[in-house]
């Protein structure tokens, strides 16, 4: 099965940017629909953005439209989001997430990364 690695969290001022990256090894990565998900102190996780095996369609939150990107380089096996505009509120625990299910089925993705924190401050 595939295991995920997250990188590229920090710690930002509102206003700024950041890029997260997720890289797959163990299975092969085109064969999974691939996700990022959030998740805040006292908070359920949530979906942030998804993508398609092909990279040719994408689902994104109401929360982070227009802002965030999601993105992903089969050849390389990694996924990204890139977040700008950031804003207090979008300080979380970013997971990477995998699925062998459509891109547009949050509920069946059941592989993940360890996470990456992502702290904006004000």
């Known amino acids: 099965q595939v295991q995920l690695v997250e990188s590229g969290g920090g710690l930002v001022q509102a206003g700024g940017s950041l890029r997260l990256s997720c890289t797959a090894s163990?299975?092969?990565?085109?064969?999974?629909?691939m996700g990022w998900f959030r998740q805040a102190p006292g908070k359920e996780r949530e979906f942030v953005a998804t993508?398609?095996?092909?990279?040719?369609?994408?689902s994104i939150a109401d929360s982070v439209k227009g802002r965030f990107t999601i993105s992903r380089d089969n050849a390389k096996s990694t996924v990204y989001l890139q977040m700008s505009s950031l804003k207090p509120e979008d300080t979380a625990i970013y997971s990477c997430?995998?699925?062998?299910?459509?891109?547009?089925?949050?509920?069946?993705?059941?592989?993940w990364g360890q996470g990456t924190q992502v702290t904006v401050s004000s």
């Open positions: 997430g995998a699925s062998y299910g459509s891109y547009s089925d949050t509920a069946r993705f059941n592989f």
């Open positions: 163990g299975d092969i990565f085109s064969a999974y629909a």
């Open positions: 993508i398609s095996r092909s990279g040719a369609s994408t």
